[in-house]
């Protein structure tokens, strides 16, 4: 076992736990040539590398490289090991949080045939559109119940837009209309 000192167990555990390991930002109170030669030490070791900063991903650079890009300072797998952490568990909680962090893609909703909901977009969908007082005898709910379908699975589930305008001899009718 390789005897670490203070400062090298507290840069390589804090890298453990950030994403893709990046050993930036250094313990506070280590600057100057004090974190150079602990940085060049522990890369000597083969416990630090120097890769290319993602600036996509906001990373802390260690060195700009002069052509916009900049170096930073990621934890290898041989301090993984120098502090006791076997690399594929530090990959497997990589791969969980980076799985909790992708939005999943959501997929089309349709609503089933046969239903009261597929009647009334039925209804909503004709030319002529459709009246409360049809939608309220067609399904048999209340008025508030097909206004509340109307506003929550339609319009906000389905993404569908239902518009309604006052016509002469008809009251108001309801249509679904074109997506914006």
Do not use: C
Not at 91 to 111: D, F, G, M, S, Y
Request: proline share 4%; net charge positive.
């Amino acid at each position: 076992m390789i005897k670490l000192t203070e400062t090298q167990t507290i840069v390589l555990s804090a890298g453990a736990q950030r994403p893709d390991n990046i050993a930036l930002p250094l313990p506070k109170g280590l600057h100057g040539a004090a974190a150079k030669m602990a940085v060049t030490k522990m890369m000597m070791h083969g416990w630090l590398q120097k890769v290319d900063a993602d600036l996509r991903k906001s990373e802390l650079i260690r060195r700009e490289t002069g052509d916009g890009h900049g170096t930073t300072l990621v934890v290898t797998e041989a301090g993984l090991l120098a502090i006791g952490i076997e690399p594929v568990v530090v990959q497997t909680i990589a791969a969980i949080r980076k799985r909790a962090a992708e939005v999943p893609a959501l997929k089309p909703l349709t609503p089933r045939v046969g239903t009261k909901q597929a009647m009334l977009i039925a209804m909503l969908q004709a030319p002529e559109g459709t009246t409360m007082e049809a939608m309220i005898a067609a399904t048999g709910w209340q008025a508030h119940t097909v206004r509340g379908a109307m506003s929550g699975a339609l319009r906000k589930k389905l993404g569908l837009v239902v518009t309604s305008v006052k016509e002469e001899g008809r009251g108001r009718v309801y249509r679904i209309g074109q997506r914006d």
